[in-house]
């Protein structure tokens, strides 16, 4: 089973296209996209990855690192990175992961832990778990799990949505509603007293039921792309 919300990022260290990590290292204080692949030259992550590679100034700008994993070789990927050059028009500027041992695909819960043989001999369909989109904190702790079939592409821009809503909330004591967007109002975490809300909100909230407490977004994010 996939890892839960709050468990740590299992920490590994792996060889990527851009060379050797320790991930925790890696990560440092940033936040992190960790996005998994069941095989390399497959269509529907091949639109991902070069998607990814067009709208990485977007993550930059929130301080969040992306890094991909394929259950190939990393000689595999380069080549693969050719191909997504070519079709999708931007190679990937990022690290993508080889998970040819399939060590990090079970340390997430994304292949069984009796996973074994040869990389080569697996088709995408063995693999057809490992499509998983993990956001992780600066904390190493894990605060979204996505988790996609192989035919339909991900929606990557709901994942900046909902780093601009992590990180707001991380810094506030807010929610955010139903298809929040970054600008629009938000909620006042239920933890949150009347009397201590008072003190933050002093013009008080909007309030249609005693446990929704509407206010304005108490900072603005970078706007989503």
């Known amino acids: ?51 990814m590679a067009r709208i990485k100034p977007e993550f930059d700008d929130r301080n969040v690192k992306i890094i991909g994993l394929s259950v190939d070789a990393v000689d595999n990927h380069e080549k693969w990175a050719e191909d997504i050059a070519e079709t999708q028009g931007t190679a990937p500027n990022y690290p993508i992961i080889g998970d040819s041992d399939f060590n990090v695909s079970k340390l997430y819960g994304m292949l069984p832990a009796s996973t074994a043989g040869e990389f080569a001999d697996r088709t995408p369909a063995d693999n057809q778990t490992v499509r998983n989109v993990f956001v992780i904190g600066p904390d190493k702790k894990i605060k979204l799990v996505l988790i996609y079939p192989m035919t339909t592409g991900r929606n990557f821009d709901e994942v900046l949505r909902v780093i601009d809503s992590l990180q707001l909330t991380a810094n506030h004591k807010v929610a955010t509603p139903a298809q929040w967007q970054d600008g629009d109002d938000v909620i006042i975490a239920g933890s949150v007293s009347d009397e201590a809300a008072k003190e933050t909100y002093p013009d008080g909230w909007e309030s249609p039921r005693p446990y929704i407490r509407i206010v304005p977004q108490p900072n603005k994010q970078t706007a989503s792309v």
């Open 1 to 51: 089973m996939s890892l839960p919300i709050g468990a740590e990022a299992p920490n590994f260290d792996a060889q990527t296209t851009e060379g050797p990590i320790n991930f925790h290292d890696w990560l440092g204080d940033s936040w992190a996209v960790l996005f998994s692949h069941p095989k390399d030259f497959t269509p529907v992550c091949t639109t991902e990855l070069g998607y």
